[in-house]
């Protein structure tokens, strides 16, 4: 990643409502909120992202730049709130299939002297965005739900990552979040004890809690720094991005 000064974090798990998205927004408006300039891309198809937190549209896409060519500042859109830019994706990163694997890299080349972090929130899958996202990060942030069968649906991300480090000079980080943790469920603990008995110091020490206030956010357009800037959800994204903010890449 030489000649590159942001680190480039991928969000990504192939298993649905996990809080990928929920992460990727979060961590980057706690960054932003930490005085850092963060670009954050939307490869997911659905969109999630974008709609929550793009604020004009865009004259063109992630999948534009990725596709056509197009120039990636004209995919690039403020969100209103500082420090925090977006890249929106739209239906075409759904049909994205791996090419050139240093196609984002050279892509971003031209801006990433103006960010401090790049994070991408990849779709829950493991082909063509994704794979081009975990070929091209510093680190995979892994965000783990703490229910049953949690660690069972790693294998095929685990999997994912041995291609991925044949194919890189030198393979990303990888980093694992306990999100929508319940202290309350016991089953909740014995999730956590598991993965960081798995995974040791690969699992971040912040613990994102089940909340109400961080589930119904998106339907507000909000991050949950806006929606419920004093709750545990929001104390526990901001203890997250001081832990990423600390360990750099």
Do not use: H, K
């Given at each position: 990643m030489s000649g590159l000064t942001a680190s480039i974090y991928a969000i990504a798990n192939q298993k649905g409502g996990v809080g990928k998205t929920t992460t990727a927004v979060n961590l980057a408006a706690a960054l932003a909120g930490r005085e850092h300039r963060v670009l954050l891309i939307d490869f997911d198809a659905q969109g999630s992202t974008s709609r929550l937190l793009r604020e004009e549209p865009a004259s063109a896409t992630i999948a534009d730049v990725l596709l056509e060519g197009a120039v990636i500042e004209s995919a690039t859109v403020t969100t209103g709130r500082r420090g925090l830019m977006l890249m929106p994706g739209d239906r075409s990163m759904g049909e994205y299939a791996l090419g050139d694997q240093n196609?984002?890299?050279?892509?971003?080349?031209?801006?990433?002297?103006?960010?401090?972090?790049?994070?991408?929130?990849?779709?829950?899958?493991?082909?063509?965005?994704?794979?081009?996202?975990?070929?091209?990060?510093?680190?995979?942030?892994?965000?783990?739900?703490?229910?049953?069968?949690?660690?069972?649906?790693?294998?095929?991300?685990?999997?994912?990552?041995?291609?991925?480090?044949?194919?890189?000079?030198?393979?990303?980080?990888?980093?694992?979040?306990?999100?929508?943790?319940?202290?309350?469920?016991?089953?909740?603990?014995?999730?956590?004890?598991e993965v960081q008995g798995h995974f040791g110091d690969q699992v971040a020490e912040a613990v994102i809690p089940r909340s109400v206030r961080l589930a119904e956010s998106p339907g507000f357009r909000r991050t949950i720094f806006e929606h419920d800037p004093k709750g545990p959800a929001a104390a526990a994204y901001q203890a997250f991005a001081v832990e990423v903010e600390r360990r750099g890449v």
């Open positions: 196609v984002l890299r050279s892509r971003l080349a031209g801006v990433m002297e103006a960010y401090a972090y790049v994070i991408i929130d990849c779709p829950p899958s493991l082909e063509g965005a994704t794979l081009l996202a975990l070929l091209t990060c510093d680190e995979v942030i892994v965000p783990v739900q703490c229910e049953y069968l949690a660690l069972e649906g790693l294998v095929s991300l685990m999997e994912a990552m041995e291609g991925v480090r044949r194919m890189r000079d030198e393979g990303p980080r990888m980093r694992y979040l306990l999100t929508m943790f319940d202290r309350r469920n016991n089953l909740a603990w014995e999730v956590a004890r």
